[in-house]
């Protein structure tokens, strides 16, 4: 189920409900992919900004047939 509303979420949380890294949620919001604010020197992320009712999954970022680790020397990019 969705969640909405414009509640706000502490980046680790945000970073396990993308399944990715705290580094990377703030270069997401640096890069305003996700909305957010610094609140007392630590950050919080728009929780309607996460979009998890359209997260991608890997198999939509990787092209078919390729791993993803090859850099692109086997020839599949």
Same mark, same amino acid.
């Given at each position: ?9 502490? %980046? ?5 409900? $993308? *399944?990715?890294? *705290?580094?990377?949620? $703030? ?6 992919? $996700? ?16 979009? $998890? ?7 939509? %970022? ?16």
């Amino acid at each position: 189920m969705c969640k909405s509303g414009s509640s706000f979420v502490p %980046i680790a949380e945000a970073a396990q409900l $993308l *399944e990715t890294t *705290e580094m990377r949620v $703030l270069m997401m919001l640096k890069k305003n992919e $996700l909305q957010g604010k610094m609140d007392d020197d630590l950050w919080y992320v728009e929780r309607s900004s996460l979009q $998890l009712c359209a997260k991608p999954k890997a198999a939509d %970022i990787v092209k078919p047939g390729c791993g993803g680790g090859c850099g692109g020397g086997c020839g599949g990019h």
